[in-house]
């Protein structure tokens, strides 16, 4: 007999219930524990205090019940990461090869048909450095990367090259190879020799008169062999970059859109809802920006909504701000975080948009680095640096709602014996501190979702709502009794039964008089259950 009371208990604490925790969470059966006491029934089944946050629970790490220290005032909000842009999207140092050339004349050679003299010269050559559209570098630190450089020529004589990069510096000193061709009897000659980047400073400005340049310098002497000059030939110089990681960057970074397009939040208050009306009276919706980039950003702001997923319908919020500036750090190693609230005095209609019982907030958006342009200071970039923008919709619970449509199914399996069971009532009796009425009706179905029967022909007064001051303070409770009764032919469609549909309409206190309400840490909800079964059972 205990797993009967047990099953009977769990389904009808579930009705009782089906308001308060279809707005975060399922209820937690093990809360109810057996305590005695006089019902003025047959069998005591449970008894059950439920407070905040047994009611309002967290139901995952995006949902926090915050209450008022001050005041004990509850609100729930709703968190979510909508966007993070990393510092690679920003700067791609993609693998590249430049190339450059020194000419016979630059080597102060001409055409002979034998040349057996030694020549030395000194020349520099500037070599655009690749960047992703719109970048333009003045400085990089490399983290990590390789520059292989290859020369060849067809000049039948011997050569030695010092290639030396004098804005790529490590530990101050500008970074230098040697290439040194023997001629062998065979042409085209090559040598290879390899820079590890990691630690380089490079400064891609030229003397701060470009960007994305770089000057490589030769000290070349070429040794006759005796064999010719034809010409046409010239020393060529391939620089071949690889694997590069920055440590950091400095430099204007453009104007680059930050990835932002549009997302959604899901309000969890309204999620097994299907009808009402809802009113907050003080929501805000929070944009919040961490940046620890060194450039200015913009998020314009193209539309927000609500959306009942239920009925489709959309509930445009109007007259919020369009645009958010986004404060940028002053030096590396620092962040800067912005914020954005959307209250009840810069918005329109922030109070009316979710009485549609809507599932989720929805908004479009684009972010853009640098939206005045190139203008000082220069940006600067690190490896680490992100920007993420974060939401939070805040919904204290202050307001009124009706019509609130809940609709949910529970799980329900029977497996007594039923044939010597008559009748069986169950009483559930409440003490509510909670400004929230409900009524109910449930409906037992069998595993292809087809209705049994139905408790009550009408809906039932589970919760009746506790009273409050002209604040909006409950300031007396209320109780409530509520009997139902399975008739025998019921009690035969138990173990057919493998689901409860739960029906039920709530509202807040005097809510179609537009009585506004607040909840409080302090409301307690009370429940008792008891059962009365007829039959030749004993007990």
Not at 35 to 54: Q, R
Not at 317 to 342: Q, R
Not at 435 to 459: S, W
Not at 473 to 479: A, D, F, H, I, Y
């Amino acid at each position: 007999m205990n797993s009967l009371k047990s099953s009977i208990g769990k389904w009808i604490a579930v009705y009782a219930l089906i308001f308060f925790a279809s707005s975060c969470k399922k209820l937690e059966f093990d809360k109810i524990a057996q305590t005695a006491w006089n019902p003025n029934l047959a069998i005591p089944l449970a008894y059950a205090d439920f407070g905040v946050y047994d009611i309002l629970a967290r139901q995952d790490s995006t949902d926090l019940v915050v209450i008022d220290p001050s005041t004990g005032a509850i609100a729930l909000v709703y968190k979510g990461e909508i966007a993070s842009y990393d510092a690679q999207t920003i700067i791609q140092l993609d693998d590249q090869t430049q190339q450059s050339a020194l000419s016979l004349a630059e080597l102060s050679l001409t055409a002979a048909p034998a040349f057996s003299g030694t020549v030395s010269v000194n020349e520099t050559e500037n070599v655009v450095f690749a960047a992703n559209a719109g970048v333009e570098l003045h400085q990089v630190n490399f983290k990590d990367g390789m520059l292989n450089l290859n020369v060849s020529t067809e000049l039948k004589h011997d050569i030695s090259v010092v290639v030396t990069f004098p804005e790529f510096t490590l530990n101050n000193t500008p970074v230098s190879r040697i290439l040194n061709l023997t001629y062998t009897g065979s042409t085209p000659q090559t040598a290879t020799a390899s820079i590890d980047l990691t630690d380089v400073l490079a400064d891609f400005t030229l003397g701060n008169t470009t960007v994305n340049s770089f000057p490589v310098t030769f000290q070349t002497t070429i040794t006759g062999t005796g064999e010719n000059v034809v010409g046409t030939e010239n020393i060529n110089f391939a620089y071949n970059f690889s694997a590069m990681e920055f440590e950091n960057a400095i430099g204007y970074f453009g104007q680059q859109n930050l990835g932002i397009s549009n997302d959604t939040i899901l309000l969890r208050l309204f999620e097994s809802t299907t009808d009402g009306y809802f009113e907050l009276t003080n929501p805000t919706v929070r944009f919040i920006v961490e940046n620890s980039f060194g450039f200015p950003v913009r998020i314009n702001f193209a539309e927000m909504k609500t959306i009942n997923t239920i009925t489709g319908q959309e509930f445009p919020l109007t007259g919020f701000p369009s645009t958010f500036n986004i404060n940028s750090p002053a030096a590396m190693g620092t962040s800067t975080t912005s914020t954005l609230e959307l209250n009840t005095s810069n918005t329109a209609n922030l109070t009316t948009i979710i009485s549609s019982v809507p599932k989720f907030f929805y908004f479009e958006a684009n972010a853009l680095s640098n939206p005045s342009g190139a203008v000082p200071p220069l940006n600067f970039v690190e490896d680490d640096s992100r920007f993420t923008v974060r939401t939070e919709v805040e919904l204290p619970l202050e307001g009124l709602a009706y019509g609130f449509e809940l609709r949910d199914t529970v799980d329900f399996n029977f497996n007594e014996s039923v044939d010597e069971i008559e009748s069986v009532m169950f009483r559930v009796i409440s003490d509510n501190g909670f400004p929230v009425a409900f009524k109910a009706q449930m409906t037992f179905m069998d595993q292809n979702y087809t209705p049994l029967f139905t408790i009550y022909g009408t809906p039932q007064d589970v919760l009746q709502a506790a009273l409050v001051d002209n604040e909006g303070k409950v300031n007396q409770r209320t109780k409530a009794v509520t009997d139902a009764t399975l008739t025998e032919g019921q009690i035969a469609l138990l173990p057919n039964a493998k689901y409860i549909l739960i029906n039920g309409v709530a509202q807040t206190l005097e809510a179609t008089n537009g009585e506004i309400v607040k909840l409080y840490d302090t409301y307690k909800l009370n429940l008792k259950l008891a059962m009365q079964v007829q039959g030749s059972l004993g007990f």
